[in-house]
């Protein structure tokens, strides 16, 4: 089956709600390609390796999360960013990308679908409802920070960074990605670890000068399964072949 790009991003506005946000990039379509679509290829990032797979398979769509056009960035198309244009136009690839909407959707979004990886129940949101800073949960029993270490590696298939406490793990907020800097609210909220993927210098002096457990599981490791449920939505809605490709990276 096909749909139209038209139809496609409407409904991808309706679910993501991407003008709510103030966000680094823009969110949506950002390079536009074939009319219909039968093939969606997701992703992380819209790298080249990612790029090729979808030249590859013929896809008419690729979504992703880390997509082009950063704040801040070199607003020239030369190098790297040419060649990833080159190969999406030259290929009628259309490139959706959804950072922000994707993180904090309250079904889709990459906090959400962490916590189903690791087995967290969501008890409310870090910091402010309407610009959240991730999430708050539980562990369905009592856990030590090694114990977590462990499950966190088996369920993401990477070894995080642990930052150890002396308690015991109830109660921890989490937010995927670079969300090192929201420690300090969840210090506030009382919980005994959080959990992002990066750490900064000094990530570790407030962990261990509060007391809390600190997990730096990998930016692209927790941002894996936002952008696949979106993917298998978006597939099981309009019957399109979706393919989920992971390209490894360790940070």
């Known amino acids: ?12 506005t309706e679910w993501l709600s ?31 390796a990612l790029i090729d797979v979808a030249v590859e398979c013929n896809a008419q769509v690729l979504l ?11 607003a020239r198309i030369v190098g790297m960013k040419r060649s990833r244009l080159r190969s999406l136009l030259a290929n009628d690839i259309n490139l959706f990308a959804y950072h922000l909407p994707l993180d904090y959707h309250a079904e889709l979004g990459n906090n959400q679908q962490l916590a189903k ?24 029993s009592p856990v030590t920070g090694t114990q977590l270490s462990r499950i966190v590696a088996e369920r993401l298939g990477r070894e995080p960074l642990h930052i150890p406490a002396e308690r015991e793990i ?21 919980v005994d670890a959080f959990l992002t993927g990066e750490a900064s210098e000094p990530t570790v002096h407030i962990a261990r000068e509060s007391g809390i457990h600190f997990f730096a599981a990998g930016h692209h490791a927790t941002e ?11 597939a099981d809605e309009f019957g399109l072949q979706h393919r989920f490709v992971d390209i490894d990276n360790p940070v």
């Not at 109830?170 to 009382?190: M, Y």
Request: aromatic residues 8%; hydrophobic residues 40%; charged residues 15%.
């Open 224 to 234: 894996r399964y936002g952008i696949q449920a979106l993917g298998e939505k978006l």
């Open 117 to 140: 990886q690791l087995g967290f129940s969501v008890d409310g949101v870090l910091g402010d409802a309407k610009q959240p800073a991730g999430l708050i949960g539980s562990l369905q």
């Open 18 to 48: 991407p003008d709510s946000y103030s966000d680094y990039c823009p969110n949506g379509l950002q390079v536009e390609g074939s009319g219909q679509v039968s093939s969606i290829i997701t992703g992380v990032t819209a790298c080249q």
């Open 170 to 190: 109830r109660r921890i907020a989490w937010c995927t990605g670079a969300a090192q800097g929201f420690i300090e609210q969840a210090v506030a909220a009382g």
């Open 64 to 74: 992703v999360h880390h997509g082009f056009f950063w704040r801040g960035e070199d």
């Open 1 to 12: 089956m096909s749909v139209s790009r038209i139809v496609l991003e409407r409904r991808l």
